[in-house]
């Protein structure tokens, strides 16, 4: 049975409330903590235009696009909500995406890169849960890709960061699945909030 530590949920419950004040001031004090943090893994990502675009209305996602990098989610937010001691505290929405053919494909491709890594014994156990297949999924398409999915998973091996780029590149040529990873990101931050 897992602990869940004050010290990850007060980790949790802090990252959460810097980003909401730092997206509620540029995007809008209205939204809700989940579209803040929706906001903040949106502007985190590679395809964050298409991305805001197509999750929130035209104000909001320009005024988020014109501060992208203001409001990106940090390292230390991705670590608190979605690390590899991170847990989540509903998976309601979780189930949904990840029976999605697009996940599904997209999801094989990064076990395929991460072969190495989630052959190890600790990291293999972290790639088993759904809501880190998600995670992953989210950090392929990050900016920071590395270090986000380092951060998930507890560690990568240095074998399979090639293969990483192979995979960034194949998704840049061939597009990404917008509605896939915007549902990725809603179910993640469902599961924060």
Do not use: Y
């Amino acid at each position: 049975m897992e602990t869940f530590s004050h010290e990850a949920s007060t980790a949790r419950l802090l990252a959460v409330q810097t980003i909401r004040q730092r997206v509620g001031s540029v995007s809008g004090k209205w939204l809700s903590d989940e579209n803040c943090v929706q906001i903040a893994l949106a502007c985190a990502t590679r395809q964050h235009d298409e991305l805001l675009e197509f999750m929130f209305n035209r104000q909001v996602a320009s005024a988020s696009a014109e501060h992208n990098a203001t409001l990106a989610m940090t390292h230390e937010e991705w670590e608190a909500l979605f690390g590899s001691n991170a847990r989540p505290l509903r998976t309601d929405k979780i189930q949904s995406v990840f029976s999605e053919q697009a996940f599904q494909a997209c999801s094989k491709n990064l076990a395929s890169a991460l072969r190495t890594t989630i052959g190890e014994v600790s990291q293999g156990q972290v790639w088993g849960k759904t809501w880190s297949k998600l995670a992953c999924v989210m950090a392929i398409h990050a900016e920071s890709h590395e270090d986000f999915m380092s951060t998930c998973l507890g560690n990568l091996v240095r074998a399979d960061i090639r293969r990483l780029e192979d995979m960034r590149t194949e998704l840049d040529d061939n597009g990404t699945e917008i509605m896939m990873l915007a549902g990725v990101i809603v179910a993640l931050s469902n599961s924060v909030c």
